[in-house]
């Protein structure tokens, strides 16, 4: 079994800046890929950002293009985000998900960590 734990959300306000982290333990072996979702209250889970192990890529979601940046650690199956120029509108419960080799979509996800940004 895998489980993914979050950690590092907060209230923070409008500019500021956040880091979130993401660790995944247990039977991953040598993950494909680790991404951040968000779900805003009343909204559906869309998409943040990803980081692909092979070959370091990285995607984002228009919306927070140059404003964050995923980054992720193989050896320590850790992804994180950082958040800067943060927005009210990015106020979510930010969750973790990793894609094992071998697999085309996320296969483990995290219990997610609360994001407050006030204006």
């Known amino acids: 079994q895998v489980q993914l734990v979050e950690s590092g959300g907060g209230l923070v306000q409008a500019g500021d800046s956040l880091s979130i982290s993401c660790a995944a333990s247990g039977r991953t072996g040598s993950p494909y890929a680790m991404g951040w979702f968000r779900q805003a209250p009343g909204k559906d889970r869309e998409f943040v950002a990803a980081?692909?192990?092979?070959?370091?890529?990285?995607y984002y979601a228009d919306s927070v293009k140059g404003r964050f940046t995923v980054s992720g650690d193989i050896i320590k199956n850790t992804v994180y985000l950082q958040m800067n120029k943060l927005k009210p509108e990015d106020t979510a419960v930010y969750y973790c998900?990793?894609?094992?080799?071998?697999?085309?979509?996320?296969?483990?996800w995290g219990q997610g960590t609360q994001v407050t940004v006030s204006s």
């Open positions: 998900a990793l894609m094992l080799r071998g697999s085309s979509s996320y296969d483990y």
């Open positions: 980081r692909y192990f092979d070959g370091s890529r990285a």
